[in-house]
């Protein structure tokens, strides 16, 4: 088949009627699916077409989706991107307003160079093209929170182009397995966020807040290389991890610092593509994926009931999980665009077209900015499974966490415990803690020199892994404890005297005869049960292959 | 002897330094001309109280030798689409009718700085569209000169049937409040704005000096567009010298207008001209329009004579796409404009109408109440040239031309060419009734037909007052200098204005008499009905 088919690889998501076919342009891609990847444990690495049996039926039609998305970070800085107005997250409405954001008549912008930077870097770590010279135009549209009756954007010459963002989804159950991706991206614009409106329709009143009102915006348009609300949804998680790692924005989506808009279509393979939807201010990665698929389910449905998809703006209803149409955004919107004539073109140089004896508070050299690039996610997550040899979904979870990457390296720097050791604590015990009560890594009452103690002990044989877990959630519940106080607190030891441990087998056996009978009659299971036995005896202090061994050697 | 009031700035000055006059005197006698010259409706609002509250201040440091320098307690006037802070700025519109800025704009900033005296805001065509300053919600501005001697005894000699009290002359525009003020010897100097020649045509109508200065020079923060690619704030002043001191305090960067240049600006010496015959003048030939009046045509030669004469050389120079400007700057300068209002939506500042059903609702009459005519009917031709449809066709194509038209300059002075010598105005000052039977359009079409392309290069020019026509009205004549040359183009002008001797306007009735002042009120209300 010459098409590419547009849907793959996206676990347990089948469209209804929708024939999904392993993509062509999947060179690197080891399929799975639900379905290929029954059997656990199952060698990886063995190509086989996805869903070979499933060749469509006369009448049935295979559909594919093509995602896109626009998204808007708000670039963390002091101050807005034309203005010198402090820029904080919930601050009393209408507090960082200047003359120039209200659009009082007669101001006029002034280029925030930290916002240049910002996206200069951003543009670099996304592998962008840096434009040299780019240019502000005017977006025009009346709306009660855009004060000046027009957005300054970067709509002809943007500061960035032609980048790639590389992702990577998990497919099939557990051991699952990871896909590398790529989504290009279209273009990096400078542009200024809008103020927010709060409509209090009972009292039929608009209430106008512009503290927001030019903030400095990243809009990153990525091209309609995806396929499905979770490609969409990670795409973006990566997108986010990148920003916070290099500090251009805070990237925090319940804050409103991304949202995303996407762009939705469905088209029978090796057919022009469909008319598409747009689906707006999606604020947070469960939601994009829940509406990117509500959304191409929806036009599948229509389609196939002899409906037509309308080019419109859609809103996500999360409480109904399904999109509806914007009725302020019908018709179609003419944005009358006009160069920004009061700003220059924004000209950058590099170490070798910059001027000599340049002022470099007024010159911005990409040079210099490239040097200051962090390590990027990819690079470390690379360098853990290299030098732990951890699993890369390991990795993705170990990064993905605010602060865990450094917890766990702090752990790292203070046990002699297994590196596989420490992730599965961290990522299994650590983080299942912190899920739990809803907190932030940075408010873990568990240092990394606890946990490191902690699992020294549990290295040293010192105490059973069991016991492990409870000096954990003791260290949890009482800050400032050290788990060695904790141990002999809670004579949570292990028993190390064998002599003890031979008599309690003994006597737990000839407490439950019936157990070993079964044992003798070589029940499998029998030892195990025994074994649990005799550890609830020792309180959880015993090591339970010791005690496995004791009670083979007695029967 | 002139009085106090008839001097130039720098003789003012220099009186003020050496205690001939108080700057509190000086500041009364000025508002006191101004109350008499009412009629001329060339102020929006008189700040009084603020110029006698500056004037006081001024005086301290006079008393105590710490004067701020050749400002210092000269009273000015500015255009009333300046920023000013705590003093209404209204563009002579209802959308900005009781607007009190909380800042002043930079120039404004600049003159009080130097202790200058903001004697009030000038009157002026609403948002700067128009070049008679008859199209503002205050009503027109009279010409001065419609009132001089000069004038006056000219008419006499003629049989006109024409009831004389409604006979009164247009300012020009859009600037005519500020042309006036100085004209009238209200102020000293004032602030106009240049968009397409709003400084030079009413300087030219009234007899003063008009300087449009180069794009990015000065500073534009504060002064309320009309088309921010060509806008700059214009200097209105009774002689070039004048117009040097001003510019001197205003040009230079400016941290809030981003187009304005990096570069430190010296401070201006204007020096005199000693070798003018290694000059040379550039005289377009594109300039001469069948609609010229013979008049304006025979100074124009004159002038050009005049340089001759001295050994300067004189050269016909060709400006090819010049015709192309008038229709080039309509779709920019509409383009613009639908861009800019569009911020006069009644939310934050300004005219909010009583209807409430919806913002929409709003917005639109708000914006009909809001604007006149003139300015609505630029933003509906500039958002039909913003349309997708339209963009290629219309904007993009007159970007081009904007660029053609510039290219014209940058050929010619790169030929060795140091100034060029062309009319300010097709002809004298019109009077009222003449003027109104064209629409807007029309005559801003007509009225910048000399002055607008300058402002598509960016480039420096001058209108100098030459002689008087047949009628006693003025006639000035324009030079168009290299950009960022302003200096060597007010020097230029500054040799002229000495060789041509134009006379003083002679308003000793007005300025003397109170029962002709009297008189001229009761003539403002009838024209008025």
Known sequence: MAAPVLCRLCPGRRWSLAYINRGS????GTPTGSRSSGKRGQSSGVQQPLITAEKPRKGEHEWAAVVGLEIHAQISSNSKLFSGSQVHFAAPPNSL???????????????????VEAAVMTGLALNCRINKKSLFDRKHYFYADLPAGYQITQQRLPIAVNGSLAYSVFVGKKPSQLINKTVRIKQIQLEQDSGKSLHDDRRSQTLIDLNRAGVGLLEVVLEPDMSCGEEAATAVKELQLILQTLGTSQANMAEGQLRVDANISVHHPGEPLGVRTEVKNLNSARFLAKAIDYEIQRQINELENGGEILNETRSFDYKLGCTVPMRDKEGKQDYRFIPEPNLPPLLLYDSVSLPAGADPQQVIDIDQIRKRLPELPSVTREKLIQQYGMLPEHSLTLLNEAGLLEFFQNVMKETRAEPKKVTSWVLNTFLGFLKQQNLAVSESPVTPSALAELLNLLDRKAISSSAAKQVFEELWRSKGKTPAHIVSEKELGLLQDRETLEQLCQATMEEHPQVVMDMKKGNPRAINKLIGLVRKATLSRADPTVIKEILEKKL | MRTMLGRTLREVSAALKQGQITPIELCQKCLSLIKKTKFLNAYITVSEEVALKQAEESEKRYKKGHSLGDLDGIPVAVKDNFSTSGIETTCASNMLKGYVP?????????????GALLMGKTNLDEFAMGCGSTDGIFGPVKNPWSFSKQYREKRKQKPHGDNEDSDWLITGGSSGGSAAAVSAFTCFAALGSDTGGSTRNPAAHCGVVGLKPSYGLVSRHGLIPLVNSMDVPGILTRCVDDAAVVLGVLAGHDCKDSTTIQDPVKPFMLPNL????????GIPKEYLVPELSSEVQSLWSKAASLFESVGAKVIEVSLPHTSYSIVCYHVLCTSEVASNMARFDGLEYGHRCDIDVSTEAMYAATRREGFNDVVRGRILSGNFFLL??????????????????????????????????TPTTLSEAMPYLEFIKEDNRT???????FTQAVNM?????????MALSNQG???GLQFIGRAFCDQQLLAIAKWFEKQVQFPVIQLQELMDDCSSIFENEKLTSVSLK
């Open chain 1, 25 to 28: 342009r999947h060179e690197t």
């Open chain 1, 97 to 115: 307003v200047s003359f120039f954001d209200a659009s009082l008549p007669g101001t006029l912008p002034v280029l925030n160079r930290r916002c």
């Open chain 2, 102 to 114: 909380p800042f002043n704009a930079t120039v404004v900033q600049k003159l009080l700085d130097q």
């Open chain 2, 274 to 281: 000693t070798d003018v015959s290694k000059l040379c003048i």
């Open chain 2, 388 to 421: 997708k449809e339209n963009y290629e066709n219309y904007f993009v194509k007159a970007q081009k031309v904007r660029r053609l038209i510039a290219n014209d300059f940058v050929n010619v002075f790169n030929s060795g060419v140091d100034a060029l010598l």
């Open chain 2, 443 to 449: 005559r801003s079409a007509q009225g910048d037909i």
């Open chain 2, 457 to 465: 290069a960016g480039l420096p020019a001058v209108s100098v007052p």
């Open chain 2, 473 to 475: 009205l003025p006639i």
